[in-house]
């Protein structure tokens, strides 16, 4: 596939499932983003995959700020 047609069909998912990417995948993914220009000059960046059982918890933490309606269910 050509890069442009690639970002053309892309689409967002609403909802994101398993599988999700694996340790490696998720190195190479910020690998190569890494190449890309940082007018903000904002490196280094730092990330936290949070998995399994953590994210249950973080999300839960998030919904209990929240008022008790709609979004604190979709913060869960």
Not at 39 to 44: D, F, K
Not at 45 to 71: C, H, K, M, S
């Amino acid at each position: 596939m050509e890069l442009i047609e690639a970002l053309r069909s892309r689409r967002s998912a609403l909802r994101l499932t398993s599988p999700a990417p694996s340790d490696d995948e998720v190195l190479a993914l910020v690998t190569d983003a890494a190449t890309g220009p940082d007018h903000g000059s904002l490196r280094p960046w730092r990330l936290v995959l949070v998995r399994g059982a953590a994210r249950q918890a973080l999300g839960a933490a998030f919904a209990a700020e929240l008022p008790q309606d709609r979004a604190a269910e979709r913060a869960r």
